[in-house]
């Protein structure tokens, strides 16, 4: 933040000179910037449990956190895939895409094997997230050549989803 003033002449009023100042406000655009992450995270956690208490319907609510996680961390893509089978197959059930205003549970929900991904199933047993920076430098596709993610996909953060002790989805 810059700000300038006139020097004045004491006697005559006449401008001799101009001062400028400058203040470092980084630290407190970072910590405001902070804040309002935390107040909408805190909004966004609201919503969710708002939305599994109180929807009827299942898929409605994990449309609502899927678009709710998504504008959080500002992606443009969120999924839902569940584990099948003795979590040796996926299935992308949902999807949120940003400017769609439909969240959508697919029709035909997408089915992959999950082998080519159990590094991640590992992980993710452990109830740990897992955040690849870098989606074309690592192995998200299974055998048939089913992308996990979209194309468009840049990077990717995966949460665990646990139902009654397992591991349910990501």
Known sequence: QFHTFPIRHSTTGEQIGCAFVAHDISARREAEFQRDRMIHLHEVSRDVATSLLERDDL??????????????????????????????????????EEGIQAETQLDQP?????????????????GEP???????????STEGGTALFHGSSRSALILPVVIRGELESF
């Open 59 to 96: 898929n409605e609510a994990i449309a609502i956190i899927l678009r709710s996680v998504g504008g959080i961390l500002r992606v443009s893509r969120a999924y839902l895939c569940r584990y099948r089978k003795d979590r040796s197959v996926l299935f992308r059930t949902h999807e949120w």
């Open 110 to 126: 997408e089915q992959m094997p999950a082998q080519p991904v159990a590094w991640a199933t590992d992980v993710l047993l452990q």
């Open 130 to 140: 897992i955040r690849i920076s870098d989606v074309e430098g690592t192995d998200v």
